[in-house]
């Protein structure tokens, strides 16, 4: 998969990407800053491509908490 392929997917489900996606944004040095919004159920967040595995991996080990979703964050 590629990061254009990514954006998209993306596109299509209103900007939602899934983990596999997360992982080539992260992965590519042109998109790992790539801004990530991640909704939990008692929260969101804004993240960097690269570090939204790692943050989604607390929140689920500590069970207090989920993710619903994740999606690329615009500004605009």
Do not use: H
């Amino acid at each position: 998969m590629t990061t254009s392929t990514v954006f998209t997917n993306a596109k299509e489900r209103c900007g939602f990407v899934n983990d596999a996606e997360v992982a080539v944004l992260a992965s590519n040095p042109a998109t790992r800053f790539q801004a990530l919004l991640v909704r939990c159920g008692n929260g969101r967040f804004i993240v960097t491509a690269q570090d939204c595995k790692w943050f989604i991996d607390i929140i689920e080990s500590t069970g207090k908490d989920y993710v619903r979703d994740v999606s690329l964050y615009s500004s605009n």
